[in-house]
């Protein structure tokens, strides 16, 4: 069976320091992933897709990055956080385009 | 721009009641996804509806869809205190992997 695990599961970061959030899916080749982020008491917003090695789509101009360097490995990254960028960050995998996204444990990330 | 309603955005009901969650959306699509979100939690998959006229029932929840009128429904059937979460439904439509989700609804159920 398939799994998502991301890390950490809480953070919290000064203003102005770096990112880096860490999803890993097992059990599957080539998914899609995805990362969203979810403000408190809100919706879902897409961030970044990627349906395979070394491809990013973005969604959101911001200063948040997101890179694939492995098939199952999905990164989140920032050089300078803002206050803006506090909130639930969220990966999910799908098998392809019209396959349900599978959402893994989420990162609660407080910027301060 | 593909914009995803929910109404209502909060449900108080009590236990035993029948009630209904709608979803809108804005622009022709071929798939919808409902999902569960409880507090604090991560999401999880409920229903995927993927034709016009599609109907998924799990225990007290069924979910529809009409693509005509651009019209999900999640109907829950004599309610009980578990099925408080929040519900979000989520559209898909066209080329590549993009969901856009709507509001999400609050749903507290009383005893």
């Known amino acids: 069976s398939q799994t998502i695990h991301q890390w950490p599961a809480t953070l919290v970061q000064p203003v102005g320091s770096p990112l880096s959030l860490e999803c890993t899916v097992e059990?599957?080749?080539?998914?899609?992933l995805y990362w969203y982020r979810q403000a408190a008491g809100r919706g879902l917003q897409l961030l970044f897709y990627?349906?395979?090695?070394?491809?990013i789509s973005s969604e959101v101009p911001q200063n948040l990055s997101a890179s694939r360097p492995q098939d199952r490995q999905f990164i989140l990254s920032s050089k300078k956080l803002l206050l803006s960028d506090s909130g639930f960050y969220l990966c999910?995998?799908?098998?392809?385009?019209?396959?349900?996204?599978?959402f893994g444990p989420g990162t609660r990330l407080t910027v301060l | 721009e593909l914009k995803v309603e929910q109404n209502p955005l909060f449900l108080s009901m009590q236990e035993g009641k029948n009630y209904t969650i709608y979803c809108n959306y804005s622009t022709t699509s071929d798939r919808l996804y409902w999902y569960r979100q409880d507090p604090g939690k991560s999401l999880e998959s409920l229903f995927v509806?993927?034709?016009?006229?599609a109907v998924k029932q799990e225990g007290r929840l069924m979910a529809s869809l009409d693509t005509k009128a651009r019209l999900s429904t999640l109907h829950i059937t004599a309610a009980v205190h578990d099925l408080s979460a929040t519900y979000f439904c989520?559209?898909?439509?066209?080329?590549?992997?993009?969901?856009?989700f709507g509001t999400g609804t609050r749903l507290q159920v009383t005893l």
């Open positions: 999910a995998w799908s098998r392809d385009r019209t396959d349900t996204q599978y």
């Open positions: 989520a559209v898909g439509p066209g080329t590549a992997s993009k969901l856009t």
């Open positions: 509806l993927l034709s016009n006229g």
């Open positions: 990627s349906v395979g090695i070394g491809q």
């Open positions: 059990g599957t080749s080539n998914p899609n």
